[in-house]
Nanobody, 121 residues
Framework: QVQLQESGGGLVQAGGSLRLSCPASGNIFSINAMGWYRQVPGKQRELVATITSGGSTNYADSVKGRFTISRDNAKNTVYLQMNNLKPEDTAVYFC???????????????WGQGTQVTVSS
């Protein structure tokens, strides 16, 4: 089993910045893609950004030019730098990782517990 734990959320004024971190730990042989998603009450969880092991990135249109996803493969950690935050960015942010465990032939996915980001106007 692999565990992920988000940190770095909080309350910020519109126009401000936050940096989220999410280290993965446990029985990890290799991690493929890692990503960030967000969810507000009553709505489905939505993609924010993803990054492959090779560094290829993908962003939701709503965050392009403001958010940057990155990862440190040596630390099994994914980051999300969020700049020029807007009130509509308020949500619980979740990280995930697609990985192989030692001795396994199947890709699995784990999610973190989430961290609240609140942007005031």
């Amino acid at each position: 089993q692999v565990q992920l734990q988000e940190s770095g959320g909080g309350l910020v004024q519109a126009g401000g910045s936050l940096r989220l971190s999410c280290p993965a730990s446990g029985n990890i042989f290799s991690i493929n893609a890692m990503g960030w998603y967000r969810q507000v009450p009553g709505k489905q969880r939505e993609l924010v950004a993803t990054i492959t092991s090779g560094g290829s990135t993908n962003y939701a249109d709503s965050v392009k030019g403001r958010f940057t996803i990155s990862r440190d493969n040596a630390k099994n950690t994914v980051y999300l730098q969020m700049n020029n935050l807007k009130p509509e960015d308020t949500a619980v942010y979740f990280c995930n990782a697609d990985y192989w465990s030692s001795g396994s032939y199947f890709v699995e996915r784990s999610w973190g517990q989430g961290t609240q980001v609140t942007v005031s106007s």
